[in-house]
């Protein structure tokens, strides 16, 4: 009996990972896409790439997900490079200057990326109540994990205000009619659910007794 | 307690602001190449939360806050002056209110406030475009189209925001 009861018993200290890894990246991440932004020299521009990659090796980034966004770079290429042959007409050089300048807004946006997809929620979550104040850190952690549910129920809202005949299809848009349905029919009631919703956590978090006793908590306790 | 409950509630409600802000955000991601159709949302929730908060710092709050979980969830481009995006907006929206008094009652001072939400993005524009180093004559043309796309989109974000605050103080829920 006593066998069986400690194999399904939950284990009593759930694994936490330590969480100064977690702020080193963070800290990186900021330095790296400052850095990115700030090297105005191929020189720099290709030590910050290098720099970049190695970030992303070291976090272990699923790459999947970072090969998907390097379609970003194309268009915004294309953009700058118009403007630049625009204003100082056609060159290599400007070509060169061009396509510097499109690498580093492109590398800025990657450590962050990279960040984002070696993060867990856990990790992010004992951060937030280290770096931020603890009502700040409190609320943002509730916002994000509520949202989802949130926004099904607008996702319900939609679907109820569709059956009820208000003009919300997207070729509806075209007209000014379909803009007023989506702000009273649409926008009103999400409006109020939200905040019927923060009401209702704020009691219940008060009612647990929310600030809780010492800073660095994580609320409701881990 | 009762006060305090109220600041919480507050803070929840801006908190759901932001996140829902950027989530839309994501959601909505429109290939519409038309540049600044993002600040439809941002100038919508940034106002909301100024007229439903009272607080003169409340859109700044929002703004803050989406730009932190923005640069950390790594969207868009401009690294951690990514954050400017969504604070000079924000603040632009909590100054305007500051100076128009009872703007929450006209669709005209809305879309001032929208206005100035637009402009407020263009500035962080120049700013990541001057980090970039990139040549003035095209910097000012890159930021110019783009804060002209914002400014428009930031408009017609504002503009749906009078009516559900009028709906909201008729139910007297303000």
């Given at each position: 009996m006593n066998r069986l009861y400690d194999q399904f018993r939950p284990s009593s200290t759930p694994y936490i990972p330590p969480v100064w890894p977690a702020g080193l990246k963070l800290v990186a991440?900021?330095?790296?896409?400052?850095?990115?932004?700030?090297?105005?020299?191929?020189?720099?521009?290709?030590?910050?790439?290098?720099?970049?990659?190695?970030?992303?090796?070291?976090?272990?980034?699923?790459?999947?997900?970072?090969?998907?966004?390097?379609?970003?770079?194309?268009?915004?290429?294309?953009?700058?490079?118009?403007?630049?042959?625009?204003?100082?007409?056609?060159?290599?050089?400007v070509v060169s200057e061009a396509l510097r300048v499109s690498l580093q807004i492109w590398l800025a946006f990657l450590p962050g990326l990279a960040l984002y997809h070696g993060l867990s929620w856990?990790?992010?979550?004992?951060?937030?109540?280290?770096?931020?104040?603890?009502?700040?850190?409190?609320?943002l952690c509730t916002a994000v994990i509520s949202v989802p549910l949130l926004l099904r129920e607008f996702q319900d809202i939609y679907q109820v205000q569709l059956l009820r005949g208000a003009r919300l299809r997207p070729r509806d848009l075209l007209r000014?009619?379909?803009?007023?349905?989506?702000?009273?029919?649409?926008?009103?009631?999400?409006?109020?659910?939200?905040?019927?919703?923060?009401?209702q956590i704020?009691?219940?978090?008060?009612?647990?007794?929310?600030?809780?006793?010492?800073?660095?908590?994580?609320?409701?306790y881990e | 307690m009762n006060k305090q409950h109220?600041?919480?509630?507050?803070?929840?409600?801006?908190?759901?602001?932001?996140?829902?802000?950027?989530?839309?955000?994501?959601?909505?991601?429109?290939?519409?190449?038309?540049?600044?159709?993002?600040?439809?949302?941002?100038?919508?929730?940034?106002?909301?939360?100024?007229?439903?908060?009272?607080?003169?710092?409340s859109a700044s709050t929002v703004g803050l806050w989406a730009g932190l979980m923005v640069v950390v969830l790594?969207?868009?481009?401009?690294?951690?002056?990514?954050?400017?995006k969504y604070v000079f907006p924000a603040l632009f929206v909590d100054i305007g209110a500051r100076l128009l008094p009872n703007w929450t009652h006209s669709l005209w001072t809305c879309a001032l406030l929208g206005v100035g939400a637009g402009l407020g993005k263009t500035g962080a524009n120049l700013l990541v475009d001057w980090a970039v180093g990139m040549e003035t004559g095209v910097l000012f043309l890159h930021a110019g189209l783009k804060g002209l796309g914002a400014v428009i989109f930031s408009l017609l974000g504002s503009l749906l925001v009078p009516p559900v605050l009028t709906r909201l103080r008729a139910h007297r829920l303000l």
């Open positions: 991440a900021t330095v790296l896409a400052a850095f990115a932004l700030f090297s105005r020299t191929w020189e720099l521009a290709g030590l910050s790439a290098l720099l970049v990659v190695v970030f992303i090796l070291v976090c272990r980034t699923p790459l999947r997900p970072l090969l998907r966004k390097i379609w970003l770079f194309g268009p915004q290429f294309g953009f700058i490079l118009g403007l630049y042959i625009l204003r100082l007409g056609p060159g290599w050089s856990t990790q992010a979550r004992r951060l937030a109540h280290i770096l931020l104040p603890r009502q700040t850190a409190f609320v000014l009619a379909g803009w007023k349905d989506v702000a009273y029919s649409l926008l009103f009631p999400a409006v109020v659910q939200c905040l019927n919703a923060s009401a704020a009691q219940a978090a008060e009612l647990r007794g929310f600030p809780g006793v010492r800073k660095g908590d994580v609320w409701p | 109220h600041a919480l509630r507050n803070a929840l409600f801006l908190g759901f602001c932001a996140v829902l802000l950027v989530s839309m955000k994501i959601l909505f991601r429109w290939h519409l190449h038309i540049p600044g159709h993002s600040m439809l949302i941002v100038s919508f929730f940034l106002i909301l939360a100024r007229g439903v908060v009272p607080g003169k710092l790594g969207l868009g481009k401009g690294g951690p002056l990514q954050m400017c």
